[in-house]
Nanobody, 126 residues
């Protein structure tokens, strides 16, 4: 089992920044990927970013490209999502997820991930 715990969410004004953290504990894994998703009420969970565990390969959805950056600290089993120039439409619950298998292409669909955190609320005011 892998446990994921997100932190770093909160309320911020448009144009501001937040850094989300996700710590993985339990069974450790040296391959696979970590992803960030977000969800607003009434909508499907949306892919935001993913990184393989070495951090050598990352993928970010076009809508946040240039504003959000995913990174990882393997020694701390932690993945980060740095969010800059936040917009009101970025308001959502942000979830961290872990994929423990192997794929050449980083997974971007919720069903591809094996473990999920509880989520952290990000609210951007205009």
């Amino acid at each position: 089992q892998v446990q994921l715990e997100e932190s770093g969410g909160g309320l911020v004004q448009a144009g501001g920044s937040l850094r989300l953290s996700c710590v993985a504990s339990g069974r450790t894994f040296s391959r696979g990927a970590m992803g960030w998703f977000r969800q607003v009420p009434g909508k499907e969970r949306e892919f935001v970013a993913a990184s393989n565990w070495p951090g050598s390969s990352t993928n970010v959805v076009d809508s946040v490209k240039g504003r959000f950056t995913i990174s990882s600290d393997n020694a701390k089993n932690t993945v980060y999502l740095q969010m800059n120039s936040l917009k009101p439409e970025d308001t959502a619950v942000y979830y961290c997820a872990a994929f423990t298998g192997y794929r050449q292409v980083l997974p971007s669909q919720p069903a591809q991930y094996d473990y999920w955190g509880q989520g952290t609320q990000v609210t951007v005011s205009s």
